[in-house]
């Protein structure tokens, strides 16, 4: 949690081509997350704050295409620019680096397969070695121990449960090594021979209740072998963010994962995360369009609109003191008791056809002759504070 | 002024179009059904009619387009196609006497409104205002429609295989229209029946492909090239009534189940089970067994048998495409309007279900042929000599691997209508296929 | 004081049947026994998570669902209304009974009559994605409750239309286009448009605003208002997000688990609320304010299934105040003082 720039995402356009039109959808989106930060991306709908996530994973479907920028990623002291990188390489950095949880916990999880199942999936993929590795150790310091001697019985019981034979210890070398091996899989199917994979699986089971028991799930054995159906929002929503936090990511990205919840279950799950985050020592990136949300959640605000990030300050700032137009009309629609219901005139430019400058100038009140000619650029009138708008042009510090 | 349009030239022109491709499709019917009244029309020319309507249905279509697009075109074509089109519709009536009449009056009232329009807007057709207001007006409304329809043309246009298969199936429409011309019936041995295969002489040995029988004779010498052209007439009749009655039992029995569940849903998916439950080609089979000696002919009883067997499917798929738009928000929304049982089915959930029904539909317009050929082949379809693929690969049974020496010798006693009704199958699959793309709403948007 | 809506004790249940013979082995008992009174021209603010059973009440009302049991009253004069409980509580079945509620209680009307009721109440949906026919241009969604309905067709019905597009915000050149085509709030304005062209007396909001942007959600709600005023509407406005209840209903009731647990004035409710998930509900939404702190009451548990509803008072199980009187007896809805009802053991005085 050193408070360092780890995730960099610079002049990033996407472009989706369709039946219609080149819809722009992103416009030289700027934004650094540090490490052990929250930080909010807040919009509305179709204002690229969700592709902004998946750009990041690399995940964007057809007919979208990443047409510029860079995405920047320290890994191992080295920047490593994600948009660059083959999909085998971009499939070591999901899940165990970046990892992401979406709106609809239900349509997260496959139906077919239970909670277990999906939950190892997530964890086999990443962290086979791991897990062999600590059954080898685990074997080895039980021989150790009962080696010593002066044990109770029951405490002997148990030891020996963990002892591996030298066969299955050979095993689980190999499946180390290379998990596609014949050899490996072939004993795993045999009755006798695959002991060791049922050792194995057991291990990755425990890791899975163990998992579920973080996220404060009522009685986690039962619920690891249900099928998603059997689930409530709640309790999906939390087995996804397991399967997210499965591998111990950097980063997480969530992307609106309360709004299809109740308001009394999003306070349980807001609650959940913020107190992993402290357990696990992550970086989140939480995407949201309730402003409400945010105040509670996030270190630092990125505020979008048509694609573009807009401001881009901590949340404090953004609050009592935001610069762009859209942040202050936004801030002004949040519902207040007594006073009239405040909206911003106008619609969202349609993307396919943007407007040449700013893309906010038709239903902005500072609207100036320069807006409608030229696209802003980035200031920062106070530290740490960045803004996408003319009206602070030449006040960088 | 919205809600106040008189008589507009796009109405008329739609009118137009609409009768036009009416009276086509009558022609081609006719074409290929042959005398729909033979009792009450012993005399009908049917190639004839059939000529005609195509023909000024064509007229009409070129006129409607000219209206359509606001086309002011020179006023001696436009009175000149108008008149044409007036003396044909005329000789009908003249050529087929009473029975005709009530016709000619239908398509009298078009021509009354096309008079109307030539008289009261001669001086627009010399380049006046006021109509091509109102045309481009209506060009405004249509366009949401005109939209959509050239979307689904650009969808066309890009899949390869739905022209294809489009092709094909144009290619055997055509070729069922144009029988008479490409293989001219009026052959003694036919004794009358054009659709009886020719077969002058005896003998049982097929004779191979020769100058006088480009395809061959099969056992019995009956033309294998008259029976493949004249084939496909059957297998379009067979395809077009059996699917037609299919889909509209189908559609009768599924609807009723889903919209109203409850025990009607029970027991009308039971009945739909215990149908199901019997593998198609014997239940059709023992039905035709048990039609064939109460009088019924043996072709209309192949067609009602088929009809049997194929309404479950139809019944199933419209159940369960209406039970997913039972439920949806705007079937509500029209419940809580007020709207009747009978508006709610038919304007909001059959429009919106419909669709995967229609592909099935073009699907087995070319299965169903495959059955019909299968009955044939075990000896129960058509009668002996109909020209009908499968009754020409029945035929060539005993034909396929006669002589040891000369093993295949007689391939094209089962080859060549195997090739007719291979194509003929694979160009419905891909006009289905072609259709489903289109017209799924899933699939449509990008 | 002559209510527009009144629900007397409104029951719907759902039969869960199982086993070979299909026997009723439990129901889901969506709304249990609802009582409540709007008054005319008022917008009454019903909240509470997914599960208690609003969406269901408004169902039911409009007879979208048929109720188990209970009265509802559209309009209707206080002295039949009167007649009707009285002959009820005799338990006094009879012709009497019968032929009044044939005339006057919704809660029975069948056929002609409840088509023609249809005209006065009517309801916009939370999705107007899902609740425009997509294949209907927008003149055939707004001319068909004028021809179902009787009131005009044609070129006189086609000019209603055009007016009733004006008035929420839409002009001619909509007519003719595809739902498809327009943004989400255009839409709702659509959905709008056709939930008023039969001038009803009474409308249920269903979440009209959940699925449109914060930034548009404005406009649509001075537009329910403006319209409210025009066409002297009443209003039920459904929701789960209490910032904006508190800004435009007049009186709020909290459902849970098919009972409404409070119901007061709006700006008593949200200054007092008085029962246990009423303040959790209040203190689980999130306030756009990072400088806030407060103590926030956090509900052990999720909202359990309307199958097996627990016994006596329905919240105990996750009540931090229960006692053991929670837990065998219901508690009924009392007055408080000040119009504000209660429906908790920790208020029967």
């Keep these: 949690m050193t408070g360092n720039v780890f995730l960099r995402i610079e002049d990033l356009d996407l472009r989706f081509y369709t039946y219609e039109g080149v819809v722009e959808a992103l416009d030289r989106v700027r934004l650094q997350i540090k490490d052990g930060e929250t930080i909010g991306v807040v919009g509305e709908t179709g204002c690229g704050k969700s592709v902004t996530g998946f750009s990041e994973l690399n995940l964007i479907p057809p007919p979208g295409k990443i047409e510029g920028g860079k995405i920047f990623l320290q890994k191992n002291d080295q920047w490593i620019n994600l948009l660059r990188q083959r999909d085998a390489y971009l499939r070591t950095v999901r899940g165990k680096d970046i990892s992401m949880i979406f709106q609809d916990p239900k349509s997260a999880l496959n139906p077919v397969y239970t909670v277990r199942q999906q939950i190892s999936e997530a964890i086999l993929h990443h962290r086979m070695e791991d897990l062999c590795l600590k059954l080898l150790e685990d074997s080895k310091n039980a021989t150790e121990s009962l080696k010593q001697g002066n044990l109770s019985e029951h405490e002997k019981t148990k030891l020996r449960k963990a002892v591996l034979s030298k066969r299955e210890r050979r095993m689980l070398e190999r499946m180390i090594d290379d998990p596609q091996r014949l050899i490996v899989r072939i004993a795993s199917r045999i009755p006798v021979l695959n002991r060791f994979k049922h050792r194995f699986n057991a291990e990755v089971t425990k890791e899975v209740v163990r998992m579920l028991k973080d996220m404060r799930i009522p009685d986690p054995d039962r619920v690891a072998e249900m099928y998603p159906h059997e689930l409530s929002g709640g309790m999906a929503q939390r087995v996804v963010v397991a399967m997210a936090l499965s591998c111990n990511p950097k980063l997480l990205i969530a992307d609106e994962p309360t709004t299809n919840l109740d308001v009394t279950v999003q306070l349980q799950i807001l609650t959940l995360i913020k107190d992993l985050k402290t357990k696990y020592g992550m970086t989140i990136q939480y995407i949201t369009h309730d402003m409400g949300v945010v105040a509670e959640m996030c270190d630092r605000v990125a505020v979008m609109y048509a694609g573009n990030v807009v401001e881009l300050a901590e949340v404090l700032e953004v609050f009592k003191n935001p610069l762009h137009p859209y942040t202050k009309a936004l801030l002004e629609c949040i519902p207040r008791p007594g006073t009239q219901l405040k909206s911003i005139e106008g619609f969202v430019p349609s993307l396919i056809s943007p407007p040449k400058g700013c893309r906010f100038n038709d239903r902005c009140p500072y609207a100036m002759e320069k807006c409608v000619r030229e696209k802003p650029e980035f200031v920062s009138p106070k530290k740490g504070h960045q803004v996408l708008c003319h009206l602070y042009a030449g006040e960088s510090q | 002024m919205v809600g106040e349009r008189p008589l507009g030239l796009t109405f008329l022109a739609t009118l137009e179009a609409i009768l036009s491709v009416i009276e086509i499709n009558i022609g081609i019917l006719l074409f290929v059904i042959g005398n729909p009244l033979p009792n009450a029309l012993p005399g009908l020319n049917v190639g004839l009619t059939g000529t005609v309507l195509v023909g000024t249905g064509i007229l009409g279509l070129f006129l409607a387009y000219y209206l359509w697009s606001g086309q002011a075109f020179g006023w001696l074509a436009a009175t000149g196609l108008v008149v044409a089109d007036a003396i044909v519709r005329i000789l009908l009536p003249a050529m087929f006497g009473a029975a005709w009449i009530a016709y000619a009056i239908f398509l009298e009232l078009d021509l009354a409104m096309l008079y109307y329009l030539t008289r009261s807007s001669t001086t627009t057709f010399f380049g006046g205002e006021s109509v091509r207001e109102v045309i481009e007006k209506e060009r405004i409304e249509m366009q949401p429609r005109i939209k959509e329809i050239k979307f689904t043309l650009k969808l066309v246009r890009k899949s390869s295989l739905s022209i294809i298969g489009a092709a094909i199936v144009l290619f055997y429409v055509f070729m069922a229209l144009f029988a008479p011309v490409l293989a001219p019936p009026g052959d003694v041995s036919q004794g009358g029946d054009s659709m009886v295969m020719p077969h002058q002489g005896m003998s049982l040995i097929p004779v191979a492909p020769n100058a006088q029988h480009p395809f061959g004779t099969m056992q019995g010498q009956y033309d294998i090239y008259y029976g493949c052209i004249w084939g496909a007439r059957s297998a379009l009749r067979i395809g077009i009534y059996v699917a037609g009655g299919s889909l509209v039992i189908g559609l009768v029995i599924g609807i009723l189940a889903a919209y109203y569940g409850g025990w009607m849903d029970e027991v009308l998916m039971r009945l739909t089970d215990v149908v199901l439950a019997f593998p198609g080609l014997i239940l059709s089979m023992a039905l035709i067994v048990v039609l064939v000696p109460t009088g019924v002919a043996r072709l209309d009883a192949v067609m009602i048998s088929l009809v049997i067997v194929g309404w479950p499917g139809y019944a199933r798929l419209i159940r369960g495409e209406i039970l997913r738009v039972k439920n949806e928000d705007y079937v509500e929304a029209a419940k809580s309007v007020g709207c009747s049982d009978l508006r709610v089915i038919g304007s909001h959930i059959l429009p919106n279900s419909i669709y995967p029904v229609l592909i099935v539909f073009t699907l087995d317009l070319g299965t169903i042929v495959l059955a019909a050929a299968a009955l044939s082949f075990l000896g129960l379809g058509s009668t002996l000599g109909y020209a009908d693929w499968g009754q020409i690969i029945s035929l060539s049974q005993n034909w396929i691997y006669a002589n040891p020496a000369a093993p295949f010798a007689y391939w094209f006693t089962f080859i060549i209508p195997g090739i007719f009704i291979s194509i003929f199958v694979l160009g419905w699959n891909l006009l289905g296929d072609a259709l489903r793309d289109i017209l799924d709403p899933t699939l449509r948007r990008k | ?349």
Aim: aromatic letters at 6%; one cysteine or more.
């Design chain 3, 1 to 349: 004081m002559s209510f527009m809506l009144e629900l007397e004790d409104l029951k719907k249940h759902y039969a869960l049947t199982g086993g070979v013979l299909r026997r009723k082995v439990g129901a889901v008992k969506a709304v249990d026994g609802v009582s409540l009174t709007v008054e005319k021209g008022e917008t009454f603010g019903l909240v509470g998570e997914s599960g208690c059973g609003k969406t269901t009440l408004a169902k039911t009302t409009l007879r979208l669902l048929n109720p188990n049991s209970g009265n509802i009253f559209l309009d209707v004069p206080d002295e039949v209304k009167e007649r009707i409980r009285t002959l009820q509580k005799e338990k006094r079945g009879g012709f009497e009974l019968r032929r009044l509620r044939a005339q006057w209680d919704l809660a029975v009307f069948k056929g002609r009559k409840l088509r023609d009721m249809r005209r006065k109440m009517q309801m916009v949906y939370q999705d107007p994605t899902r609740s425009l026919n997509p294949r209907m241009l927008v003149k055939d969604v707004l001319l068909e409750p004028l021809a179902v309905q009787n009131i005009a067709r044609g070129s006189a019905g086609l000019k209603k239309v055009s007016e009733m597009l004006q008035r929420v915000g839409l002009n001619d050149r909509h007519l003719y286009r595809y739902p498809h085509e327009f943004s989400g709030g255009q839409r709702q304005r659509i959905a709008i448009a056709r939930a008023l062209i039969t001038t009803p007396k009474l409308v249920f909001l269903d979440e009209p605003t959940s699925s449109v942007d914060v930034s548009v959600r404005a406009q649509l709600l001075n537009l329910f208002q403006g319209l409210r005023k025009d066409f002297d509407l009443t209003y039920v406005y459904i929701s789960h997000d209490l910032s904006v209840v508190e800004c435009i209903a007049d009186r709020v009731a909290v459902m849970y688990l098919g009972k409404i647990v409070e119901l007061a004035r709006t700006p008593e409710l949200y200054e007092r609320p008085l029962h246990p998930y009423s303040i959790a509900l209040f203190s689980a939404i999130p306030v756009p304010d990072p400088t806030l702190k407060r103590k926030r009451v956090m509900l052990s548990g999720e909202v359990p299934s309307p199958v097996n509803p627990p016994s006596g008072c329905r919240f105990h199980p996750r009540c931090d105040s229960a006692m053991q009187v929670c837990q065998t007896q219901e508690p009924k809805l009392i007055d408080v003082g000040n119009e504000h009802l209660v429906a908790c053991h920790l208020f029967n005085k």
